[in-house]
């Protein structure tokens, strides 16, 4: 589909993108495809690798096999096979298939590291495009013409549009609409990740260990790579304080896991001396809207849909894929901005609503709901009819619920 161009304004040439993980990326891709001047700024010195697996499912299939990724992504396909739960005790209680839980269609999802698509992404745009690592936005200043930033490396610089894609805490959003408190939707839930040796000789599935509001979970790819460990719990108030305090942070999560069953003293020693701990709130962004003059939000910074939902990078890469479609067919930028945030916003706000969904499976907050999740996990049949329930449906229809243009900017 094609916008004709709205104004007889020149089209905005040079782009600096905040963020080079997902959305920024692949707002890149599309940008330089479409003649755009592309600079990206990543406050880490280099792409950052590894990482927990994320999925790539639905309607954001469609955007990676538009870059030609898709061969590259199923090399690096992960291929979980089930999931496996735990009681108290550490026995296995049952035994689900990943899909079972996701509304994933088995075959047709990719399930990647998220450091894999992240290098899939940058590896076609690193000679054509200006990366520049180890710096972040100073300042900036929208005198309606242009935006002038300054970099914390002190350079100064000139651009036509800035766009953030700097994630869930966004330096962009905080520099153009302020302090993020009022934007973030906290679910209610703490987490720290790492990764530790595979000392169980697991691969392809993971182990989750669930107390009422507490889980210790070990997510095996291959045999010959660390697992990754997840400790998640239940709190009422964002802990805030540990954010600027690493060494809460450890302790904060440990006094959540006393337990000495299974691996959870494991789990909880590994955290402790991690050197890739990621430690955050489980929360969701939702923003009035998504620009402010020459500023535009994507990926987890307009929307983070979170963890819970499973789609984070999924909405990224579609909400890419649009905003740079709408610029690359709009000569007006605000005309661009709106247009994207039509089209996205009702995708995104789905997708934020699986992650409050039926969560009592995997994140069972009260001994009932922990009681009532294993007598399921008991019973592979009930389980099996419990899972293939209208909603599972509905996540499906969620994951491809918008259509993709096929953006034709003009001459
Ligand atoms: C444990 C876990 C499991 C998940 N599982 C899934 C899943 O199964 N499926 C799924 O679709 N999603 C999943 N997600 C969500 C997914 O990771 C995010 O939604 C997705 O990465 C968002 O991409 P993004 O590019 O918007 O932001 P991010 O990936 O957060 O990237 C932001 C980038 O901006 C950079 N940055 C930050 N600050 C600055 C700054 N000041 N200047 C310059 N650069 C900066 C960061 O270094 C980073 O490179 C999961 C998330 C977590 C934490």
Redesign the pocket.
Known sequence: MTHPASTSAPRPVRVLI???????PTLAYWLDRYGFEVTV????DA??GGG?????RGT?REVVDRMGLLPRLREAHIDTRRITFLDAAGDTVGTVQPEQL?GGQSGQDL?VR?GDL?DALYAPLRDRVEFLFG???ATLDDDGHAVHVVLDSGTHRTFDLVIG????????RRLVFGPEEPFHRYLGHV?A?FTLPNELGVAHEAFIWSEPGRSAVVYAYEPSEPVHG?LTFVRDTPPFEAFRDPRAQRELVASQFPEQVWQVPRLVAAMRTSEDL?F?IVSQVHMPAWSHGRVAL????AH????L????????LVGAYVLAGELATHADHAEAFAAYERRMRPFAERNQALATAGGTIVTPTTRAQVDARNALLRDPEAMAKELATAEAEARRTTHSSVTLPEYTPAP
């Open positions: 905040s963020g080079a993980s997902i959305a920024g700024v990543e406050k880490a792409v950052r927990y697996a994320i999925d790539i954001a996701t399930e998220r992240a710096d972040s936005i894609a700097d994630g869930l805490h966004s330096n962009t987490f990740g997840f990621f955050d994507a990926g987890d910074a983070a849909t979170s963890f939902s499973g789609q984070g990078s999924s909405v990224a």
